[in-house]
DNA sequence: AGCGCGATCTGAAACGATTCAGGAACTCCT
DNA sequence: AGGAGTTCCTGAATCGTTTCAGATCGCGCT
């Protein structure tokens, strides 16, 4: 089976031309200057074992006089880089946040060093971004909400440590965070049922030029919200729209089924960015959520503004960050078998659910 | 002069225990079973001249069977590592979204792959992400909005290319973008003006553990606010806040200041984040903007929401990182002469500085 | 004196790529 | 036939670090 895709960074310019750097301390240089030899300058680097006070002393003046910094490629060619990856499906989304600063908080307490590599959202920039990071030779990745195949991260994870935030399959490969999208999404239906609402429109994502799948959280979300919908015997009402995750998509696509026959009295949107573009598909048409009712998913920090009030589900991103973070710490420590962790998400009742009109 | 700051990362665990990766495949690898020479693969790889049909297929087949994928840390050993380094000041700000998307963007048609290192907000951590960047041989480096001393990076550009985007400070060393923050200011003043305002309270942002400096854009916004009142002859309500550019210190500080007596009719918060803060804080208090208007900086995305309708000053971040990573790039290819670039901002008005009452 | 033993230090061999200076084979021209 | 010029390929040096297998030294003990 063929692991990688993307062999497009492999060619390159004249990689010497630019190489640049020329005056740059190495550890030779400290041991000239200390008068030591290579490899001592390398341990009291490192604080081994075996190193008088005399010789640190005078090493560790040359090391400032020199101002040397060990280059990491070159560490990373035997052993570590002590580098962990992180890929982030795009920039500015509030619940990728929290989790990158849960991921941040963790790291800060061990010696490794968190980069992250972006993935867009185009096609295979996804693929891109983790042999980027492999091909970098991080110890280990955590992968947030990932669109690429699970058998091709399950043998990713074959080579080098990784995590997956996100999404659901559960692999012996890969240790998994999840939040329980399953439950979150009852809870938002049992909500809207309570308050007497029928048509209840679900706004799902659409995954551009990426096979669907059964194990995203958006996936989740959206058969529930169907099996949900059955069991109240609402089936004539179900209707799921499909849109990109982002305020712009969802707004179009919100607006052409306000405008059809029969508008929904609620909608129950897979996450707070959709759910601001129907926000605004509904100020568009002079409607608000007293109208019809609006509820997100993620709970981002502004879904509590007074302007916004929308009704959402916590996922608690911050922890599940930290979480991750430890796993993926753990199993570069030499774990290997996997660990699958599901959160608890709750919702929180805001005014957007709260004012519509209850009987329809 | 001493320039790099922080060792801790030098010392380490025992770096062999964690090499793993056992059975990845190496350029040798590939040679022995293409059965050509080492410098032949690497040809190959590289796209180099003098390679016939017939090898460079053989050898492809031999990548494709042992998924080979070269090693940036060897390959940086001697040349590049093909790789550009963001340093970002926290996760989560729609104005730093829209620049790494401009980033992005740029790179996309160029060799180089991006890597973020957070910063955080604690201090120093600026100087560990640029240090780490700097270990692992990028080719380049973006710092975006950046706390660190002027003298210190100017050291740091001696050594690596540098691009900085957001401080008004130019050096030799390195290219400069930044948004006209004067210009910016003056606008957003000279429409709170001309709407009847006086009591025009500024919300600035506090640096914390900083030096102050003159050079920050927030300087900057808050120095133009302070002369632009003088001149209209209203340095008797020149009243400045100071809290960190959050919606939650935000909304404490403009709380505390709304309570006070003689609040403002108006305030102009010195980015949109704090700007959310201040409308919070109305909105705790039962007010709106049609009591007191409000404006931002940066014109987030989330500013011409309905709910929000925030005025702002749009500095269309994606183009500055556009040009930030074009910057760059020249750089790395040799440019060795300073460019500093302005970026014209535009005033966005909305709702939030025009419903206020204009007579006070 | 001879032995064993820590403690310190060093030389040299990795690690995985790139690149340079040729060598071998072929073509072309006179 | 012989030299010149191309094209294709290889061996070996190189990049900056870690680490392993000794070398050296001083010291206490028998």
Redesign the interface.
């Known amino acids: 089976m063929?692991?990688?895709v993307d062999?497009s960074?492999?060619?390159?310019?004249d990689?010497?031309k630019?190489?640049?750097?020329p005056?740059?301390a190495t550890i030779d240089d400290v041991a000239r200057a200390a008068g030591v030899s290579r490899a001592a300058v390398s341990k009291v680097?490192?604080?081994a074992y075996g190193v008088s006070d005399a010789m640190r002393e005078r090493v560790n003046r040359a090391i400032?006089e020199l101002?040397y910094?060990?280059?990491?490629?070159?560490?990373?060619?035997?052993?570590?880089?002590?580098?962990v990856g992180v890929v982030i499906p795009h920039?500015?989304s509030?619940f990728?946040?929290?989790v990158?600063?849960g991921v941040?908080a963790h790291l800060r307490e061990t010696?490794y060093?968190?980069?992250?590599?972006?993935a867009?959202d185009e096609y295979r920039a996804g693929y891109r971004a983790v042999?980027?990071l492999?091909?970098?030779?991080v110890?280990g990745i955590v992968v947030i909400a990932p669109l690429e195949r699970p058998d091709w991260l399950e043998a990713v994870a074959r080579?080098?440590?990784l995590v997956q935030l996100g999404r659901h399959d559960q692999s012996q490969r890969y240790d998994t965070i999840v939040g329980d999208d399953a439950a979150g999404s009852r809870l938002v239906m049992a909500h809207l049922l309570e308050r007497g609402h029928q048509r209840i429109t679900h706004l799902t994502h659409l995954d551009r030029g990426v096979p669907r799948s059964t194990l995203t959280p958006q996936a989740t979300r959206s058969s529930v919200y169907q099996q949900t919908m059955r069991q109240a015997g609402l089936s004539r009402h179900i209707r799921v729209i499909a849109a990109r995750f982002e305020?712009e998509p969802a707004r179009r696509a919100m607006g052409a089924a306000l405008d059809r026959a029969e508008p929904p009295t609620a909608v129950f949107a897979g996450n707070d960015d959709a759910a601001?573009g129907v926000?605004?598909a509904l100020?568009?048409r002079g409607l608000t959520t007293e109208d019809i009712a609006v509820t997100g998913y993620d709970d981002a920090?502004?879904a509590d503004?007074?302007?916004?009030?929308l009704t959402s589900v916590n996922q608690n991103g911050h922890e599940m960050g930290r979480r991750s973070a430890a796993l993926l710490v753990e199993r570069?420590?030499g774990r290997r078998d996997a660990v699958h962790e599901t959160h608890e998400p709750r919702l929180i009742v805001r005014g957007s659910s709260t004012r519509a009109d209850q009987r329809r």
Chains 1, 2 share one sequence.
């Open positions: 063929t692991i990688f062999r960074t492999f060619s390159c310019i990689l010497q630019f190489s640049a750097e005056g740059r680097l490192r604080d400032a101002d910094r060990p280059r990491v490629a070159a560490r990373a060619m035997r052993g570590s880089a002590l580098t920039f500015g509030y990728i946040s929290d990158l600063e941040a010696p060093q968190m980069i992250l590599a972006p867009d042999e980027a492999y091909d970098r030779q110890d080579r080098i440590p305020e601001l926000l605004r100020a568009e920090r502004l503004h007074p302007g916004i009030n570069i420590g």
